[in-house]
């Protein structure tokens, strides 16, 4: 432990660790908060979260985008060379201060007349192998089911706005720009992921490389298999749309923004749209064609679609669980969640009570788009200590961090 703990914790020159083996990066705090859900296995965001926000809604089809070009970004991040090999070299260099560990282990084992060998670059290789294929797949799949949740409704409201538009064009051609806006968009980055969600493991010791697309180089994996698979599939209607906004373009040539145009869009709306977009013929053979083409891509690239375990937290909560439950504990009453301190005294009892009602009725609804949640949730509940009972001041928050520490301590 004394040999490792200078990769977890601050290096040291005498550790043998170097400096440039240890990633580090600048992050956004938006972006470091999604880079910690992401590499423990957990969704971009939840359902409830998800809807609230309202990224159901085409219209709103940007908050998407932005969080998609931000998973992007950390997966990109991930992919550097530079980073990759510092990821690699520190790997490597765990797997080597066990090496002496491995050798008293195995021989303390045949002691004990154990056969089993240890493999400890083996079993270091497989954890982290099951690390980061998680988090890509996790990732790669909720992205893609996202993307189509938004766009198929986007398509519906298309079809909904043609048929009240009737044989209104300018109308015609409002609707067809603000869903191919949407469509094409989300299109842009949902086949950036199909390339960029990965993170190979070539090179890292006790990994056996496979001929997979995970285990191939970012740039391999965009120009070699994604390009060349899509430029065999036909892009009739892609090619049609693209065509059309060039010669929209010789017509009026587009120009830059200025802050001029966009109050003058604020205060006035936004200006006719392109001839192109009264196309219907093109824009609905547009969407049918992309997402039957990515469809197909996807397949060949990673093959057909694989059920996801259960997140990593679920699993090691369902362990604990299980053992208090071999060892005494009541399934009916032996529950996990979080204990709530009540540090407020003000309200009433009446408006105590309410509080919790809303709390407990809302606090545990996160389980949507969580794989394995549905096994655990029965078991879920609050514990609420009310301040007053064990000595806490109101509003004192340190004093009940530290009543928490002690009674985690003391607690069986």
């Known amino acids: 432990m004394e040999k490792v703990l200078p990769l977890f914790g601050s290096s040291d020159a005498s550790s043998g660790l170097k400096e440039e083996m240890v990633p580090c990066a600048t992050w956004h705090a938006r972006l470091r908060a999604l880079k910690v859900k992401i590499w423990n296995g957990m969704v971009p965001m939840t359902r409830e979260h998800w809807l609230e926000r309202k990224m159901d809604d085409p219209q709103n089809y940007r908050n998407l985008f932005e969080l998609m070009q931000d998973i992007l970004n950390i997966f990109q991040w991930l992919n550097q060379e530079q980073i990759h090999d510092r990821m690699r070299l520190s790997f490597n260099w765990l797997v080597d201060q066990h090496t002496e560990f491995e050798e008293a282990a195995n021989l303390l084992r045949e002691q004990r007349g154990v056969a089993e060998r240890l493999n400890l670059a083996g079993m270091w290789a497989e954890y982290y192998q099951s690390v980061v294929s998680t988090m890509s797949g996790r990732t ?26 009737g044989t209104d064009e300018e109308a015609i051609a409002t609707a067809g ?33 496979s001929n997979n697309l995970s285990d191939l180089p970012l740039h391999v994996r965009k120009d070699v298999c994604y390009s060349k698979i899509g430029a065999s599939l036909s892009w009739k209607w892609q090619e049609v749309m693209l065509n059309a906004e060039d010669e929209d373009n010789k017509v009026n040539p587009p120009k830059q923004q200025t802050i001029l145009d966009l109050n003058d869009e604020v205060k006035n709306g936004r200006p006719p749209a392109p001839p192109r977009f009264r196309n219907k013929e093109a824009l609905i053979g547009h ?83 969580i794989e394995g949640f549905d096994t655990i949730s029965d078991m879920a509940g609050l514990e609420f200590i009310d301040g007053r009972e064990v000595g806490i001041a109101e509003g004192d928050i340190e004093a009940a961090k530290k009543y928490m520490t002690a009674a985690r301590l003391i607690r069986p």
């Open 287 to 369: 969407y049918h064609e992309g997402k039957r083409n990515r469809i197909a891509m996807r397949r060949a690239l990673r093959g057909e679609r694989k059920p996801l375990a259960e997140e990593y937290w679920i699993s090691i909560l369902k362990e604990r669980m299980e053992f208090y439950l071999n060892n005494g504990r009541d399934r009916k009453t032996h529950r996990w969640g979080f204990a709530c301190y009540r540090l407020t005294y003000k309200q009433t009892d009446a408006e105590w009570a309410d509080f919790k009602k809303k709390l407990e009725a809302d606090v545990f609804q996160s389980g949507q788009w």
């Open 177 to 209: 720009r603000k869903y191919y806006e949407c469509v094409q968009d989300l299109n842009s980055l949902i086949s950036q992921s199909e390339y960029v969600v990965d993170f190979p493991m070539a090179g890292f010791k006790g990994y056996t490389p």
């Open 140 to 165: 790669r799949q909720w992205l893609v089911d996202r993307v189509d949740e938004v766009q198929t409704r986007a398509f519906q409201e298309y079809n909904s706005s043609l048929e009240r538009a």
